[in-house]
């Protein structure tokens, strides 16, 4: 860890990993190892030996072992309790496949404070994911962020609705007293519900707009007309999308701007899923399946889950 990060407020570093490409997940423990105190690897299948042996180099490193699939929302609290228990005040998540740059976290965490200082009681703050540069036109589609009034820093740190999990740094107080994420949701829609949540008990969170960092979202992208693309994902996580969004319908912290938003869009990203799959039954049974559940309060494990 350098020096500068190194007088820092202390920071862990959280990764949830399901067969990663051992290449990418290497790069991100290598970053991450010279910018934050700790690293909690939660393994939802095991890792390959060779991988292993790698990552034991790392002293920095905590290994966590699922056993099984338990889902993306059981590894983040998890590794939110192990940091937690560890007496950490933050912390920061990435997804297996993330691609910061030495640097970032300490700069998160610099912009952190400053909205601690300005008293806008920040949850989390995340940097501004973008398409990695080099690939193929259309393999990637960057998200969109709802901006909110009271920007800060010259405009350059921006309230948002929500904030994709990769890369946010949360403020594991506030973690904790806002709820842990929601394990019942399994994958898909778990950084969303959880930042509404937060900002219903009175917190916010926050886009650092000039902090880029590169992020792979699906395997391309799919046209929708309008202008509008969506990621073009497995049919088992469309299917797990569909369900927790559907459900989050119900939930009163969700905003109705954002429920009549979903309405309209579902709708599209479900033909043209469909349509883009070629009307498959392997691609529509797991969409109708995540309506129905969605619709019947049905969450936890999903049908059709990869070993």
Known sequence: MTQDAAERAPVAAGIVSFHPDPALLLDLVAVL?????????????????ALEMVLADYPRLAAIEAGSNLGVGVGLNVIALAASREGFERLVLFDQDSRPWPGLVPQL???????????????AIAPRLVVPGGGAAGASKAPRYRARGGAEDGGTLVPVDFLPTSGTLFNLRILRET?????????????????????????????????????T???GT???????????????RMGTYLRNTVYGFRLR??????KLKQLAYLPLQVWGFARHHGFRAAAL?????????GLLGRLGVPPGLEP
């Open 33 to 49: 190892s010279r910018d934050v105190d700790r690293i909690y690897l939660f393994n939802n299948a095991p890792l390959d030996p």
């Open 109 to 123: 965490g610099d912009a952190f404070g400053r909205l601690e200082a300005l008293r806008r009681n920040p949850a």
């Open 179 to 215: 709820g842990l994420f929601r394990a019942d949701f399994f994958i898909d829609a778990i950084d969303v519900e959880w930042c509404f949540r937060a900002w219903r008990r009175g917190f916010s969170c926050w886009l650092a707009g000039a902090l880029p960092m590169e992020h």
């Open 217 to 219: 979202v699906g395997s």
């Open 222 to 236: 799919i046209p929708l007309g309008f202008g509008l693309t969506m990621p073009d994902q497995r049919p088992f």
């Open 253 to 258: 912290h969700v905003p109705l701007t954002w």
């Open 285 to 293: 049974r797991p969409m109708l399946a995540g309506l129905r559940d």
